[in-house]
């Protein structure tokens, strides 16, 4: 494979929503399969992902940048959503980073997905297929900034002085969860 055929991250295009785990461990459970997430490459940012039920965490801003580049740089066919499963809508969990139940709603988005919020940390979770799901949908698809997740994260770092270490409390579990322990 070419260098043209990998975004920034170094992960292939095709593969641009698949989690790419590193070697590092947080210290946190899965809301969904309580197993320990792990640092995991999604894209251009580090997320909190689960390597057993493929499940991930980010911060709703940077999912939104996110959804709109991959939706942009996607070039394969369209696959259309499956229709909404109401069940899902009865699955819960908690928030890893203040312990508050997530909120449990459809995605206002493409693809019909059930995704969970966290309304007092501003992080989402998504199961594992669901972004997959987002990014084929079928429907408008934008223009590509390949550069925005990069740029967007180096901004809010900028802002929070550069840097998180992890001090216990649940607001800094939050802001390294956005950040993921640089």
């Not at 987002?134 to 967007?152: C, F, H, N, Y």
């Amino acid at each position: 494979m070419n260098a043209n055929n990998k975004n920034l991250s170094g992960i292939p295009k095709s593969d641009q929503h698949q989690l790419s785990f590193l070697d590092r461990e947080t210290e946190i459970d899965c809301p969904r399969c309580e197993n320990r997430l792990g640092i995991a490459m999604l894209d251009q940012v580090k997320i909190a992902g689960c390597q057993s039920c493929a499940g991930f965490l980010i911060q709703n801003e940077i999912f939104a940048t996110l959804v709109r580049e991959q939706r942009a740089e996607y070039s394969g066919d369209d696959v259309p959503a499956k229709p909404p499963n109401q069940n899902d809508l009865n699955k819960h969990c908690y928030c890893p980073a203040c312990g508050e139940q997530m909120e449990t709603h459809f995605y206002m988005g493409p693809g019909r997905v059930v995704i969970d919020s966290c309304i007092h940390c501003g992080l989402l979770w998504l199961d594992g297929d669901e972004l997959k799901r987002i990014v084929q949908a079928p429907g408008a698809r934008g223009e590509s900034k390949t550069s925005d997740i990069q740029l967007d994260v180096s901004a809010r770092l900028a802002g929070q002085g550069g840097s998180y270490s992890h001090t216990g409390d649940v607001a800094g579990l939050a802001i390294a969860l956005t950040y993921l322990f640089d």
